[in-house]
DNA sequence: TTGCGTGCAAAGGTTTTGCATGGCA
DNA sequence: TGCCATGCAAAACCTTTGCACGCAA
């Protein structure tokens, strides 16, 4: 667990900035760098590497893993779902990229049994399922 | 996808032998050359690395991703498992760390769900559950 | 004999860290 | 003024790769 930032910064301003301008795209870090960079007025990779940490830290961006050996790739948490009531499990499709939101109740036991039966309080703004989604699978299945 | 290896080598063989006597225990890359060192015959981490990919391609091994910025972490699949569906989901502590192994029924009727009503198919090695282990919420009470 | 497997060292790419400077409160 | 944030460069980290040599078939 990091903390979260205490000032604001014109580095954070104007990176929240660019983020709500890219609802449900994803991006890396380099291509955070590089926007910066190209608009001429850079941010340092070290200052955007933590800015995106503690901005997953705080929710407002989602980071997911899609390859181990790749960069990992962040995407901005729409505004009202943050923190709301609306308990929203995320499943990122790891061959196009697509987020699904998951609003059903199976996904909401699974919580209430990991606590139950395992002590377990799950998190499910951090928590992504990770596999391929209907279209993927069949396009797979065709190769 | 990779090829399997063509020869049986002195290496493999080892490797195959102490991975048999691991059953449900995790380990990474690092951890296997470590032991071999330790034991006074010590493989090459690139053929350690090149035979883990071999080894989880011919379905002998799982890779697990539990955070990218954590080394991949294996585990043996015993051997009536094979091509079998056994693999095991984990739940990652944000407090102390601490993975936990998840095998039970529940976890798995979840793949199953969102199989059927959502056409996702889960790739539990890959999926992590994010959250406060027992110990973590209750101390956390406490404060 | 053929050519894959091995091992060493070095490269690769992403992310983190040390430290002096700068800027918010 | 007191700290935290920034930025640069360097380090750290895991993993892959190049190449010469060795060994299985």
Redesign the pocket.
Known sequence: MT??????????EELLTYFKTLPGVHF???DVCDYFRQQGK??????????L??LVDEGILNKYIID?????CFEYVEEHEHGGATVCFHAKCAGCGKLIHLHCDEIIKIGEHLKEEHGFVLDPKRTVFYGTCAECATAELEK
């Open positions: 903390m979260k930032p205490k000032y604001k910064t014109k580095q954070r890396t870090a380099a850079p941010i340092g990779q070290a200052t955007v590497y933590r800015q940490e503690s181990p050996n790749s960069p990992a």
